[in-house]
C-alpha cells in the first residue's frame, strides 16, 4: 500500500485536548485559511458531504446525545444539562404587555398668574372692607342713646334723647299737631270733626317706645356717624266704634234733605210723632275710611285738605209707626208724673214742662228709638241747681253735671208713684 504523502489529504487527527468544535464556525480549511469569526452561522451537521463532527474525549460513556456548548458559555457560564435527560422543552414566550391607553389631552388653559393689578384690586377691597367694618363698630359705640342720632318726627328733633325726654318733647309738639280738627266737606257743606271726639290721636309714648329699639342695619349705623336724618311718623291709634259714633252724629246733624222722625213733647203734656223724610245721608263706613286715611296722611307729613265724604240717598231710620208706637209706650212713661233728684238736702223736679223744651224720642244710631236730651236746654231748666252739690263717681266726688241729670231720671223713668226717684251717690 503506498505510504500517504506528508501533505496528503487525509485529516489530522484529532486534538485530544482541544475543545468542542464551534458549532457556529466555519468547515476548517487549509493551514494558511483565516481564524473562523465567533460570530460565523454554524455549519448544518445534517447537510450532504458534510464531514463527521470529531469525538469528544469527555462524552459520557454511557451514551446519551452530548449537549452543545454554549457559543457564549465560559468558565463561570450557566451549568451544564443533565447528561443523559432528554432537554425540557423550550417555554413559550410571555404575551407582551399591551400598551396603556393615551392620556386625554385636556384643553383646559393653564393658570395665569395674578399680575399686580390683581393684587392691587385684593388689596383695595381688603381696605374698604376693613374700613367699612371700622366705621360700622364706631357707629355702634357712639349710638348708645334711647333714640338713635338724627332722628326727627314730624320735624321735632328728638335724636340722642332719652325715653322721657323724647316722650316729653313728642308731647309738646306732635301730640297738639294730631288734635287739629279734621276739615270736612259733606256736599255743600264745610265741616270739621274733632280728632279725640272720633277716637284718633298721636301716640307718643308707643312711637317713643319704637324708637328705642335700636337698628343694627349697617347704613344707618354708618349713616349716624355722617350727621344722617331719619324721619319717623308717630303711631296712630284709632277707636273705630268711637269714629263711627261721631261720624253718625255728624251725619244727623248734617243730612242733605234727609230728616229723621221724632216724638216730642208739649207743654200740656202730650206727645206728637214728626214723621223722617228721605234724602241724601253720609255713609258711614266709607267715610270711617277717609277721615282714618286722612288722619294718617296728617302723621306722614303729607299736605292736608277737606276730606269730601261721601253721600248716598238714604231712607229715615224708623217709620211712622214705630214713632207713634214709642210715644205710646215710652212717652206715656215720660208723662207719668214727675221725677224727683236729690242731692243731700238739695232735690229738682223733672216734669211735662222740662220735657217739652229739653227732650224727645228719636232713633239712635242702630235705629232703636231711646230718650234724646238736648244738655244745653237741660242745663238751662236746672237753672244751676245743683252747681254746689257733689256725686261720688269712681270712688271720688265730683260735680253734678246735666249728664247726670238726664241719666239719672232715665233710670227710673219706667217707674210709678214713689219710685220715680232718684238719689245722687255722695
Same mark, same amino acid.
Given at each position: ?8 489529504? %487525509? /485529516?489530522? !487527527? *484529532? &486534538? @485530544? $485536548? =482541544?475543545? +468542542?468544535?464551534?458549532?457556529?464556525? #466555519? ?23 458534510? %464531514? /463527521?463532527? !470529531? *469525538? &469528544? @474525549? $469527555? =462524552?459520557? +460513556?454511557?451514551?446519551?446525545?452530548? #449537549? ?23 417555554? %413559550? /414566550?410571555?404575551? *407582551?404587555?399591551?400598551? =396603556?391607553? +393615551? ?29 367699612? %367694618? ?293
Amino acid at each position: 500500500m503506498p505510504t500517504a504523502s506528508l501533505f496528503g489529504s %487525509a /485529516p489530522p !487527527a *484529532a &486534538d @485530544p $485536548f =482541544a475543545g +468542542p468544535a464551534d458549532p457556529f464556525g #466555519a468547515p476548517a480549511a487549509g493551514p494558511f485559511a483565516a481564524p473562523a469569526t465567533p460570530f460565523a452561522a454554524p455549519a448544518d451537521p445534517f447537510a450532504p458531504g458534510a %464531514a /463527521p463532527a !470529531a *469525538a &469528544d @474525549p $469527555f =462524552a459520557d +460513556p454511557f451514551g446519551g446525545t452530548p #449537549a452543545q456548548a454554549d457559543p457564549f458559555g465560559g468558565p463561570f457560564g450557566g451549568a451544564a444539562p443533565d447528561r443523559g435527560r432528554p432537554a425540557p422543552a423550550e417555554a %413559550a /414566550p410571555a404575551p *407582551a404587555p399591551k400598551p =396603556a391607553p +393615551p392620556k386625554a389631552e385636556t384643553t383646559e388653559p393653564a393658570p395665569k398668574k395674578r399680575g399686580k393689578a390683581g393684587k392691587l384690586a385684593g388689596y383695595a377691597v381688603g381696605g374698604l372692607l376693613f374700613a367699612g %367694618a371700622a366705621a360700622y363698630g364706631t357707629g355702634l359705640m357712639l349710638n348708645q342713646a334711647d333714640i338713635p342720632e338724627g332722628t326727627t318726627v314730624l320735624g321735632t328733633d328728638i335724636g340722642g334723647d332719652t325715653r322721657d325726654q323724647a316722650v316729653s318733647a313728642l308731647d309738646a309738639s306732635v301730640a297738639k299737631t294730631g288734635k287739629e280738627p279734621i276739615k270736612l266737606k259733606l256736599g255743600g257743606q264745610a265741616l270739621t270733626l274733632d280728632p279725640a271726639t272720633a277716637g284718633l290721636s298721636f301716640d307718643t309714648t308707643g312711637t317713643v317706645d319704637g324708637l328705642t329699639k335700636h337698628s343694627y342695619n349697617p347704613v344707618e349705623v354708618i349713616g349716624s356717624l355722617a350727621g344722617g336724618s331719619k324721619a319717623v311718623a308717630p303711631e296712630v291709634k284709632v277707636d273705630q266704634s268711637k269714629l263711627k259714633a261721631a261720624l253718625d252724629e255728624l251725619a244727623a246733624k248734617s243730612g242733605q234733605g234727609l230728616k229723621e222722625g221724632y216724638v216730642r213733647f208739649t207743654e200740656t203734656g202730650q206727645t206728637e210723632v214728626v214723621p223722617g223724610k228721605p234724602g241724601q245721608g253720609l255713609d258711614s263706613a266709607a267715610a270711617a275710611t277717609q277721615v282714618e286715611q286722612a288722619y294718617r296722611d296728617r302723621a306722614a307729613g303729607r299736605p292736608e285738605g277737606e276730606v269730601a265724604l261721601t253721600l248716598t240717598a238714604a231712607q229715615p231710620k224708623v217709620g211712622e209707626d214705630a214713632l207713634k208706637a214709642a210715644a205710646a209706650a215710652l212717652g206715656k212713661q215720660v208723662l207719668n208724673g214727675n221725677v224727683t233728684l236729690k242731692a243731700g238736702k238739695v232735690k229738682w223736679d223733672f216734669g211735662k214742662l222740662t220735657a217739652s223744651k229739653a227732650l224727645t224720642l228719636a232713633p239712635d244710631a242702630s235705629g232703636k228709638i231711646v230718650l234724646t236730651w238736648d244738655l244745653d236746654k237741660l242745663d238751662a231748666a236746672l237753672n244751676g241747681v245743683f252747681d254746689k252739690a257733689k256725686t261720688r263717681k269712681n270712688g271720688a266726688l265730683a260735680p253734678i253735671t246735666p249728664q247726670d241729670v238726664a241719666d239719672g231720671v232715665a233710670s227710673v223713668i219706667d217707674k210709678t208713684g214713689r219710685d220715680r226717684v232718684f238719689t245722687f251717690p255722695a
